[in-house]
């Protein structure tokens, strides 16, 4: 079993949360959420966070301009360097009526993430929903990161799986301000959604149950 600094699973479900303690009691290793699903719906909103670390965590500061060297017009110091979220994909879980969606990363650094149900997808600073559909919506969103070339210059990716799924589509949005969204929508209305941010593979999988386990 590893251990939760290496390996953090939240379940999110649809009722009320259990907060677990980490199984060595030990430092500031994170605790397992659960919930029962029974008898409510997703419309409820519940969420959780963590932080992956991606390649190096810890990654050389930003380098400003020598204090003898006066910056050129235009120029101007060099910056943090982000992850990068390279590519999202749909796939088969390992448990049967189950799909995942994976979020894999390149880079040195550590991202933030958080993961919960909305009622309407809308990216964050706008008043315009994601052309996403399903039972529920799940929300992923990604701080400290910037996106790769799959968004092609900025454009959303559309996914949807190849054939029968317990996810009905994904829509991902290229990064802003170094904040990356994307969004799942469920075949079902009472799914079991969990999140696992795996540090050593350097990806954040969210497996999504077609049924109550």
């Known amino acids: 079993?590893?251990?939760p600094v290496l390996r953090v699973a939240w379940i999110l479900s649809l009722g009320v949360l259990?907060?677990?303690c980490a199984a060595d009691g030990g430092g500031d290793d994170p605790a397992a959420v659960t919930a029962d699903a029974a008898g409510t719906s997703c419309q409820r909103v519940e969420s959780f966070a963590g932080t992956l670390r991606v390649g190096n965590p810890t990654p050389m500061p930003p380098t400003d301009a020598p204090a003898d060297r006066t910056l050129a017009p235009g120029e101007v110091p060099a910056g943090m360097v982000y992850p990068?979220?390279?590519v999202v994909t749909i796939g088969p879980g390992t448990d049967a009526g189950a799909d995942k969606v994976t979020l894999s990363f390149g880079g040195d650094g550590s991202i933030g993430w958080s993961a919960g149900y909305v009622d309407i997808a809308f990216r964050d600073g706008t008043d315009v929903p994601a052309p996403?559909?399903?039972k529920c919506l799940v929300q992923i969103d990604l701080s400290g990161v910037d996106t790769g070339d799959t968004w092609n210059g900025g454009s959303p990716v559309h996914l949807f799986p190849s054939g029968a799924s317990a996810i009905v589509e994904v829509f991902s949005y290229p990064s802003d301000n170094h904040l990356a969204q994307t969004f799942i929508g469920t075949r079902t209305?009472?799914?079991?959604?969990?999140v696992d941010a795996a540090d050593p593979t350097d990806t954040l999988t969210v497996?999504?149950?077609a049924s109550l386990r």
Do not use: A, C, F
């Open 189 to 194: 209305g009472t799914p079991v959604i969990t």
């Open 1 to 3: 079993m590893l251990s």
């Open 207 to 209: 497996t999504v149950e």
């Open 84 to 86: 990068v979220l390279d």
């Open 132 to 134: 996403v559909s399903g």
């Open 18 to 20: 259990v907060t677990g």
